[in-house]
DNA sequence: ACATGTGAACTGCTTCACAGCG
DNA sequence: CGCTGTGAAGCAGTTCACATGT
């Protein structure tokens, strides 16, 4: 496929939490200009993005909702369940886990995993703490295809090497430093200090 | 000022974090390669960064990691303190209230807002709950110039509204819905969802 | 008539390549 | 000579505008 660019992944994601919206609440159809107005884009936007994959619309009546939120599912990789595990029982860890988020997107969370032996064993909600001694033998026998990394900074990359070794397919990064891995596993950060630092550069150099 | 690249802001943000890891290790001067290397970029890209703001370097011999530090975090507005309220106490709004890392970048947290009464008057560290029928005259009076909102996706809105008219600069939101707030406000948002769809994206549409 | 799908034009970010200066 | 700073070139993402199909 041809190489997508990463804004337009972002938008069809925000698309497709529109449609669900308007899904649940019966309307059948929708057009790009209905898509655009909610995502803060433009029609011609979102029908570019949706043309790298197909066309999905009908020429003067617009989108089937049910249609386009499957397909936008399908592309996005939600047709299949995916499990994942947490690594890092610490602050983060713990919040994450109890996330509903993850199980109403159909991630599925099974296990925390730390260090620690005085969380080991422990549950939270139907989530329990395990030992990390054992994460590169439940990665191989195929647990998780997603591992999230809510440890400090300084073990970050270590962990990572574990997880992409024992063949891990996607990491989604909470530890504030840059993660390298093999261009075959897929990375994405969260990075609040990032964040904070686009907010107070916007704020101190307003421009408006 | 001119108008700054999105995708320039955070690579200074990570620049400054390479910074202040060799800084600490007393590494005087640096150069944009060895900072291209660390960020996984070019250092044409680096320079061509940091010219937006002005020229920090020495022809021939590099950057003095103090001096480029300190410009970074002027630049970055971080040159003062800023002030933080979480609002929603939640499973989200308790580990960000613990989280380490904003006191340590100069974000002081003193609050967390709900309005569970159950909540209102507990403590968590040094940051108190408080009844967030007083949002708005405690941002008027001064108390926050930035809100993080760890609320559910149906209020979030309505809250950003609140803190928009009581004068707050920016916000920063973990609620999974696309808010609406005039552009003399800053905004950013983390969105879970979002990330992991483009983690299953890239896992599905495998290339490289 | 109406909204999609799409080449073409445009805008803006990135990369190149070299002049400038320590 | 080495590395920065920067116009110019190249490339990628967005917007335009219209032909196309219902």
Redesign the pocket.
């Known amino acids: 496929m041809r190489r997508i ?4 992944v972002r938008r069809l994601s925000l698309y497709l939490s529109f449609l669900e919206e308007i899904e649940a609440r019966g309307v059948p159809t929708t ?3 209905d898509l655009a107005r909610l995502g803060g ?5 979102v ?2 993005d ?2 790298f994959f197909g ?9 089937s909702v049910p249609e386009l939120s499957a397909r936008l599912r399908r592309i996005l990789g939600l047709g299949r369940q995916w499990r994942v595990c947490i690594i890092g029982a610490g602050k983060i860890g713990a919040a994450l886990a109890r996330y509903a988020g993850f199980t109403e997107r159909g991630f599925i969370v099974s296990a925390v995993y730390d260090s620690d032996p005085s969380k080991i064993g422990s549950r939270w909600g139907n989530v329990k703490v395990r030992d990390e001694a054992s994460l590169e033998r439940d990665i191989e026998a195929g647990d998780y295809q997603i591992a999230v990394l809510a440890v400090p900074a300084d073990s970050a990359q270590n962990l990572a090497d574990r997880v992409v070794r024992a063949g891990i397919k996607g990491i989604l990064n909470f530890a504030p430093v840059q993660l390298t891995v093999p261009n075959d596993v897929a990375l994405r950060a969260v990075n609040m200090a990032m964040e904070l630092e686009a907010l107070t550069f916007a704020i101190t150099n307003k421009v408006d």
Chains 1, 2 share one sequence.
Not at 41 to 45: I, R, V
């Open positions: 660019a990463e804004s337009t057009s790009s200009e884009t433009t029609s011609a936007q029908r570019k949706l043309s066309s999905f619309g009908k020429r003067g009546l617009g989108y």
